[in-house]
């Protein structure tokens, strides 16, 4: 109940600023909003590809026009917010909603021209279609001429989030609180403001993203981020048809309506100046006024929406205190054990979410170990198909030069074939003849050597008999040398046997 009241309290100066600026369409109004943002949060397994990117043309003729100069806007824009010259910039619009973000009370559609921002606001047809968005410590616009479906930039994170900024400038970029990130499986919803991802979600959202590099180009040459591919955020339909009510009235089938604004009175003739010092003070003074007793208003219903939450408060405090007083009675008892036990469960819970931490932080660091090992294949593989490519062209290439090549090497062929035929028959001929001869002489040869082997062999027969000669010869001197000495041994002994006798 507290929170609900509180709530009140913060959206009533809202509401009321609402009801000062104007109606909303008639035709359809923004959701409503009980309070509560949904993010989702749901795990990812893989991480997503990135999604397409280049520059397309658009074919079709926008929807909106081209506005002859920025004085269309002043009268228009008049009732919602003040006109300033800011340093630097120049002539800008400022809501009169301090707390104003661009690009945040609508939805996308997806259109043949991209994303395309479809507001609530009664002002969204320029300030979301048309000049940019700048950040000097709060949103102010620079008027311009050029239609675009939204002249915001878009970002991506692995693990399906996608968000969106004002372009802003080179010396003035979007700030982080300036982006909204949302599921991708969201970002078709009409109620896409309920899905918008919490600031700490964002910032860590933002701190992983990635630059959608896809741009579309008008046939007015206008060039402007559209947005990832309806492939890569799972929107299967075919893209609707976008309508000057929606996206803008600066277009070519009610010209009449907001040209003749420029000429009404209500800016002077030199359009690309802004209005007269002294009716600038007086429309500057003006809405200051209106500002003065907005706020004070504001501030009446701050008063009293706080007095009575005070009185509310109090009277809840002394509910409490009583009710404390008399529980402390019963308390008294168990409050040492009850003491005991809630230490014994914070340091088991402590415990608990210490471990949960750090299982948290490490399948962390795993994930974006992973993301950053998908994210090197993902590198090495576009860096291999290049590589393969190359190759694949340079093969080509040098198949083609090796095809006229083994033509031409063919052609020379068969002339040196006829040629190496015509020689080679020669040679044969003539090889035959050598081989003739050849034979003929290693038949003469062999003849010659076969008579110097008979006559070596005859030779070889007569040495073996004069050797077998010799030995016989000797064999028979040996014999005789033995009975020689068998005879002359004879004869001593009967020589010595006949002295033993004869003493």
């Not at 074919?59 to 006109?83: H, I, R, S």
């Not at 909603?97 to 969204?124: I, K, L, R």
């Not at 490519?389 to 290439?397: A, F, M, N, T, Y």
Request: with cysteine.
């Amino acid at each position: 109940m507290t929170t609900t009241r509180f709530a009140l309290t913060l959206m009533l100066p809202f509401a009321t600023a609402l009801a000062a600026c104007g109606t909303l369409y008639e035709e359809e109004g923004p959701p409503p909003d009980d309070g509560e943002v949904y993010v989702d949060d749901q795990p990812v397994d893989a991480p997503l590809p990135p999604p397409e990117a280049g520059t397309y043309d658009v074919a079709e003729e926008p929807p909106g026009d081209a506005v002859d100069d920025v004085g269309v806007f002043y009268a228009e824009l008049d009732d919602y917010g003040t006109w300033a010259d800011e340093p630097d910039v120049g002539y800008v619009w400022v809501p009169r909603d301090t707390a104003y973000q661009p690009y945040s009370n609508g939805y996308w559609e997806y259109t043949d021209f991209g994303y395309t921002w479809v507001s609530y606001e009664p002002y969204g047809w320029a300030v979301c279609h048309y000049g940019r968005w700048l950040w000097v410590g709060r949103w102010v616009w620079l008027p311009g001429t050029e239609w675009a479906p939204a002249w915001v930039e878009w970002r991506y994170a692995d693990d399906g989030y996608v968000g969106w900024a004002p372009y802003g400038s080179d010396r003035r970029p979007p700030p982080i609180s300036a982006w909204h990130f949302v599921h991708r499986q969201h970002l078709h919803d009409r109620h896409v403001h309920s899905y918008y991802a919490p600031r700490e979600v964002s910032h860590r959202a933002y701190a992983r993203s990635r630059r959608v590099d896809r741009h579309a180009r008008l046939r007015s040459g206008a060039r402007y981020e559209s947005g990832p591919s309806a492939r890569w955020t799972g929107h299967d339909a075919r893209p609707e048809p976008v309508h000057a009510r929606d996206v803008g009235r600066g277009d070519r089938a009610n010209p009449p309506g907001w040209r003749s604004r420029s000429r009404d009175g209500r800016r002077p003739a030199d359009a690309g100046s802004p209005p007269p010092a002294g009716e600038w003070r007086g429309r500057r003074d003006a809405a200051a006024e209106r500002q003065r007793e907005q706020e004070e208003r504001e501030r009446a219903e701050r008063a009293q929406q706080q007095r009575h939450y005070e009185t509310q408060q109090r009277e809840r405090d002394a509910a409490e205190a009583r009710r404390r007083a008399d529980e402390a009675q019963r308390d008294a008892l168990e409050r040492e054990r009850r003491e005991q036990e809630e230490r014994r469960r914070f340091e088991g819970e402590r415990d608990r979410k210490a471990r949960e931490e750090r299982d948290r932080r490490a399948e962390e660091a795993r994930r974006q170990e992973e993301m950053r090992r998908a994210q090197q294949e993902r590198d090495a593989r576009e860096r291999r198909a290049r590589e393969d490519r190359r190759q694949d062209e340079l093969q080509r290439k040098l198949e083609r030069q090796r095809q006229e090549e083994e033509k031409k090497r063919a052609a020379t062929e068969r002339r040196m074939g006829e040629a190496r035929r015509a020689q080679q028959e020669r040679d044969r001929r003539e090889q035959e003849r050598r081989d003739k001869a050849e034979r003929e002489r290693r038949f003469e040869a062999e003849r010659r050597q076969r008579a110097e082997e008979d006559r070596r062999r005859a030779d070889q027969a007569r040495r073996d008999q004069m050797a077998r000669d010799r030995r016989e010869q000797e064999q028979r001197k040996a014999e005789q040398e033995k009975k020689r000495r068998e005879e002359e041994e004879r004869r001593r002994r009967e020589l010595d046997s006949r002295r033993r006798r004869g003493r």
